[in-house]
């Protein structure tokens, strides 16, 4: 269960955060349930976002209870937000009055005001402090716990969390090809630690062992194998062999193929020994996604294979393709695209109302971009005639609702939309990664579609947060 209540003590109240926890655990203030402090936990390290919602989330196990947060207002007012549960300040008295007027204000200026406003020492009911000509009532310390909890705000920890929550239902089985990078190994230590999914990793065991000890990791978890020896290595050659005979592939040929870790790792997959890959911290897309081709295929209703990446802002939830694979798209790819990437938001818990972008909205303007998104949008309207889906659409007419009614009146999506299709791969590209770092989103992927099992690829510049997100994902989607 989560806290009922998040309070923030400030001014002189944060010097007598012992006297809040006895008033709040010894009855003074009534029943408020479990108290829970959070820098019991957090200190003496500065506050961890992530380590703050682990307490928040199972601070009432009892269901009734009230956490006290840092004392840093725009840190506690955004956990809070996090787990739906109300914000409170608390001060000790008059002498904070200025303190609570220039705290309350910053926190109303940027949409966050707090629930209330509790006073140590007793404040008079129904009293309320004006902050930015927002009203903010004083409240006795015995009510925060029955303040009406908010609708929770996902953000990028949020969303980490719960993706590590489904990859763990999912009990799925993941290989790592690239078990000579530092990153892969640290990831898996975090995986394993945090008990993800099973994992496999390729290398040379002695070596990748020795080396996780050097960094202080625990991999004995994990299945460390040599894919250069062994009987799996002849059975695959011979498997794919079979799988390309109509190409003219020899025993021999093949066997050289499955010296390629990537090959090796998909045949894992395609032999029911590992349910999905994610590789290419240190390679290719190319060569990461071209095994996944030969040997596990698209699904039937798939001609492409194609990308999406999930961004995640506070109270935001997006999905971007194709931003990863496609570089110019014919107008039916584009349409596929659309359909099978609001299959896969949905999946990640996006309601999807899909915009094909363009840099026309309706009919406003010409040209052969715009024709060929125009093309797609009908194409994929007859395939997925339930679908949200609209387009050509500017990015402002996709996102903001006034700009929506104005520039295409009527439409479901303008203004609305969480699927955001663009026309080619360079525009998609450019546009993830400027999201990514202009806005401090969380951008989660490339996912890979299409295919028959789950292969995911890295960018060789991902963090190991990166890669352990990118093995939720695929832990998610096999396990669906």
Request: glycine content about 10%; overall charge negative.
């Amino acid at each position: 269960m989560t806290a009922n209540a998040v309070l923030s003590p400030i001014a002189t109240a944060a010097g007598r955060r012992s006297d809040l926890i006895g008033a709040l655990s010894t009855g003074e203030a009534g029943d408020v349930g479990t108290v829970i402090d959070i820098f019991d936990t957090l200190r003496p390290a500065a506050p961890d976002f992530s380590a703050a919602l682990d307490i928040a989330f199972g601070c009432a196990p009892e269901g009734h209870g009230v956490l006290i947060g840092t004392g840093e207002p725009m840190f506690d007012s955004r956990l809070a937000a996090a787990v739906g549960a109300p914000h409170f300040l608390v001060a000790a008295g008059e002498q904070d009055h200025l303190q609570l007027q220039q705290v309350s204000g910053q926190l109303v200026r940027v949409g966050r005001a707090p629930r209330g406003i509790a006073v140590i020492d007793g404040a008079p009911a129904g009293s309320a402090l004006d902050a930015e000509g927002t009203a903010v009532p004083f409240v006795n310390l015995d009510k925060v716990d029955d303040a009406e909890p908010g609708t929770p705000v996902v953000g990028p920890e949020v969303f980490e969390r719960n993706l590590l929550i489904q990859a763990r239902a999912a009990k799925a089985h993941i290989v790592l090809p690239e078990g000579d990078d530092d990153r892969i190994l640290q990831a898996a230590h975090q995986l394993l630690e945090k008990k993800v999914c099973d994992l496999t990793i390729l290398g040379e065991p002695a070596a990748m062992a020795a080396r996780g000890k050097e960094l202080g990791l625990d991999l004995s978890g994990a299945t460390l194998t040599d894919p250069t020896v062994g009987d799996d290595l002849e059975r695959f050659a011979e498997d794919f062999a079979e799988l390309r005979k109509a190409k003219g592939i020899t025993l021999d040929e093949a066997r050289e193929t499955m010296k390629d870790i990537s090959y090796y790792a998909t045949m894992m997959i395609h032999e029911g020994m590992a349910d999905g890959m994610v590789s290419g911290a240190a390679h290719t897309t190319a060569h990461t996604i071209k095994p996944s081709f030969q040997i596990i295929k698209t699904v039937p209703e798939a001609s492409i294979v194609s990308s999406i990446f999930l961004m995640v802002m506070d109270g935001v939830l997006w999905a971007f393709g194709d931003c990863a694979v496609n570089p110019d798209p014919t107008p039916a790819q584009l349409a596929e695209i659309a359909v099978v990437s609001a299959k896969t938001a949905a999946r990640f818990g996006i309601d999807p109302k899909v915009a094909m972008l363009s840099y026309s909205t309706g009919s406003s303007g010409a040209g052969a971009g715009v024709e060929a998104v125009a093309e797609a949008v009908t194409v994929a309207q007859e395939n997925a005639p339930g679908l949200s889906i609209d387009g050509p659409l500017q990015f402002d007419a996709a996102v903001v609702e006034s700009v929506g009614a104005k520039k295409m009146p009527g439409s479901a999506v303008a203004g609305q939309a969480t699927v955001f299709v663009f026309p080619d791969l360079n525009c998609g590209n450019i546009t993830y990664k400027a999201v990514q770092r202009t806005a401090d989103a969380l951008a989660v992927g490339p996912i890979l579609q299409g295919l028959n099992k789950p292969v995911n690829d890295l960018s060789r510049g991902a963090t190991v947060p990166d890669i352990v997100n990118t093995v939720a994902i695929t832990a998610i989607q096999a396990g669906n």
